[in-house]
């Protein structure tokens, strides 16, 4: 089961933002700038950015995510976001005598398909098992043992990562992954991820999510189609 | 005058980094991971992943600065480091009327080239105000007039910025900008703000600095021959 | 006078965005991949990538320029794209007997204000002289007395870099730095890279620049009303 | 098998490096700098570049690298390196009948071991066959099928990059990856792309390799206590 959490992010996100990018076209000093405006202002001064896509200013905010119940499938393509930093568990360390794994919506809706995948799975563990007691039989250490056995995981193997993203990195993760053409389970998370920073920064976040929510989708002739909206993500 | 200020950081700093690096090597939840350890235990971790310089963890923490009262020379100096983000008080959208400098304590400390310095400055206000005037007179705006007009302000303009970096950025900023080598003004910052940061995450930032105050120089021939020492940032 | 010439740039860079495209939808190995195709079909590969925004193969694509005869004003503004590599002239170490300066062509034009501006570069020469003149005197060091002295020199001071950009870095500074609201002098420099590159890689930077050479300004309000030109860069 | 190519790279990487350090320190023009200094005179200015850990020239040239035959086990560690560009075979849009994999040295040479990770590979790829076909069946489009299939293939299976590094990120790449304590494919890699980068640019990657290359561990207790030797590179 997907589970994220915002453990920690930057406090007082918009007023950071907004002081931040007053001060570029002002010549009051730091402590009057963050001592002047009301969120009203604030709010104001966001929506004027975002209008003029000056983004700079939202990287001062960053929020630090908890994520366990994604595939391995699903970490590989979020660890592709390079503006951003990863702690993930490692099998290189963390022996899995028993692994955690996703199924695909699309295979635990089918009951053949469901049976079938299960037991794929505890073949994999079983193969792992043996893997392991026979390389540390065979003299190696548990790392090294744990660490060739784990070839045999698949991509459905449960993993935990806390990772960290910056708000305008974030804007760009959300336009791509919660684009229906992204794979299903990086979209569930990118949308559980937007539902949360939303409550956070609502009014950072407004204008955030794949292009169709705002009218214009970017796939050209690959369009899904069925454009995103806004209520999905109150 | 320098006046350097931590705006907003993340909070809970050092359980955070703590706990992001247990991650990587512990089969617990992350709901369990973040409330396991005690204030001590992360402080061990810390001294643990600093000795074993895996660094990535404390990427996860970052702290917003807001600094008024440094040069031109100093921003020009400060933007090198690229893992940041940067708002700066604009020369093209702010007129500056009486433009305020920074004086060098070589400089400030000789009654003649003090003199010198101080007129040089007033003489290019004046040529600044007058270029303004005329270009606005000959059918320019105001800020075609105030960006085309800046071309004489000084390295020694005073600026102001709200940057961001993270503790694995500050870490290599203050190796390198701590040092005597680099030029008193960047370091003077370099000081100030690892003195702040000091206060909010001493474990953390325990053990950074200029490598000098740590027993090992890293300027080979170029060396100053006088270490820094932890007292200074007390 | 600007001056901007390609040092290096990656060889063959069309091939290479094409067949690293290819590479992800393929079942080919490499060397079958960078042997089959023709330049005709590379060209249609590179219009299909620029038409979805699928963007990330163009950056194994790298550019190296070297750079005279801008101010520090322009690289200051430079600088600030951080996903580049940057190798810039020190003031710090290089002492600048006669120092060379940009002049704007609003001043340039302007009999009054060049002759104000061209005695204010000279009196700026005069204190920079007799400042390290009189450090060197007081005990300093040349470096110390160059690295303070220059505190004096203006934003119109020449300079000279070798700069790295990949070519999703130059796609995003053509779009911000050949619109007509950036500064005229960072503009002339985006634009005579912008042609030298399409020189090279006719092809990859075929729907490059400002947005409004495509039809579309993102100044909205601001907007200068006088869209860019394909013809421009020809 | 794995299989390392250098696509393409920077031309003349040496004489760039050194021209773009030697720009920083001195008042010549590019031209001149760049038709001055001869090939060991380059190769000094490199030594003292590399002595003196000043880094920042040596981004300036970049290498795209075309590699096949290796794991995604490999690949998730790969792309954890931030500062590159990478393109990768994808597992949602390539069908893969009969997927190739990487067996680890560890199982390969134990006959029991071997026999029962053949057969789980064979186990595999029969799930996955099912997998497709059924889901096709119940309506899904292939790319659907294939996405979500692919969460039974283990780490294991074969993948094909094409990635770009510049200098820089190269030296962090080796020091990590071809120390003894990374794990045994990657470190091939790494070792392998050492080995060909050194016949470019042998005086830029000199002094490049696992700390203990160069005598001094960097694991501490962690110690294995093999130092590597530069003769494994020639």
Chains 1, 2, 3, 4 share one sequence.
């Not at 960053?62 to 595939?71: A, D, K, L, W």
């Not at 991509?155 to 960290?164: D, G, W």
Request: proline share 3%; glycine share 4%.
């Amino acid at each position: 089961m997907l589970k994220v959490k915002i453990i920690e992010h930057t406090p007082n996100p918009e007023a950071l933002v907004s002081n931040a990018a007053r001060l570029c076209y002002s010549d009051l000093g730091i402590d009057d700038l963050f001592n002047k405006y009301t969120d009203k202002q604030n709010q104001k001064m966001i929506d004027k950015l975002m209008n003029l896509k000056h983004e700079s200013p939202i990287e001062h905010v960053s929020f630090t995510f908890g994520v366990e119940g994604i595939s391995r499938t699903l970490s590989h393509q979020l660890v592709r976001h390079r503006i951003a930093s990863y702690s993930q568990q490692s099998q290189r360390y963390v022996k899995l005598n028993q692994f955690e794994y996703v199924i695909p919506p699309s295979i635990d809706s089918n009951k053949y398909l469901k049976a079938l995948y299960i037991q794929q799975m505890a073949v994999t563990q079983s193969a792992y098992n043996v893997l392991v007691r026979d390389l540390i039989a065979s003299g190696k250490s548990e790392k090294e043992a744990i660490e060739d056995a784990r070839y045999v995981f698949p991509n459905s193997c449960e993993t935990k990562l806390v990772f960290t993203m910056n708000a305008r990195t974030l804007m760009n993760f959300f336009k791509l992954r919660s684009c229906n053409r992204a794979q299903w389970e990086i979209r569930e998370l990118s949308d559980e991820m937007l539902r949360q920073v939303k409550k956070i920064a609502p009014n950072l976040f407004k204008y955030v999510g794949a292009n169709c929510m705002f009218g214009k989708c970017s796939e050209g002739k690959m369009t899904c189609g069925i454009p995103r909206r806004v209520e999905e993500y109150e």
